[in-house]
Nanobody
C-alpha cells in the first residue's frame, strides 16, 4: 500500500532553516510528482511546492526564493529545504501524491516558527 512518511519538522526562530523529508513506498516513486502542502491553524490546506517526475519545480508565491523542493529517486524521497522562515510559515506540512481529491497523504510534520 502507498505510504508517505514526513520528518524534519520542529521549532525554529524567525530567519532560521529547516529541511523536511518525505519518504514514499508502495508506488513507482520515480514516475510520480510529489507535492508539499501545509495547513495553519484555522486555515485551509494550501500547496507549497511541487516537483514533477522529471524534476521541474513550482512554488507558491509566498515561499518563492525561500523554499526549495527536490527529490532523490534512489532514496524514494522528496525534500523541502526552507530558508528565512517566518512566523506565518507555522503549519503542519504534508506530503502528497495524486492530488487532494483522490491522492494519498502522509501524517504531517509540525513546523513552528517563533522566537
Amino acid at each position: 500500500q502507498v505510504q508517505l512518511v514526513e520528518s524534519g519538522g520542529g521549532l525554529v526562530q524567525p530567519g532560521g532553516s529547516l529541511r523536511l523529508s518525505c519518504e514514499g513506498s508502495g508506488f513507482d516513486f520515480s514516475a510520480t510528482a510529489m507535492t508539499w502542502y501545509r495547513q495553519a491553524p484555522g486555515k485551509q490546506r494550501e500547496v507549497v511546492a511541487t516537483i514533477s517526475k522529471s524534476g521541474y519545480a513550482s512554488y507558491a508565491d509566498s515561499v518563492k526564493g525561500r523554499f526549495t523542493i527536490s527529490r532523490d529517486n534512489a532514496q524514494k524521497s522528496a525534500y523541502l529545504q526552507m530558508e528565512n522562515l517566518r512566523p506565518e510559515d507555522t503549519a503542519v506540512y504534508y506530503c502528497n501524491i495524486g492530488g487532494t481529491r483522490f491522492g494519498f497523504w502522509g501524517q504531517g510534520t509540525q513546523v513552528t516558527v517563533s522566537s
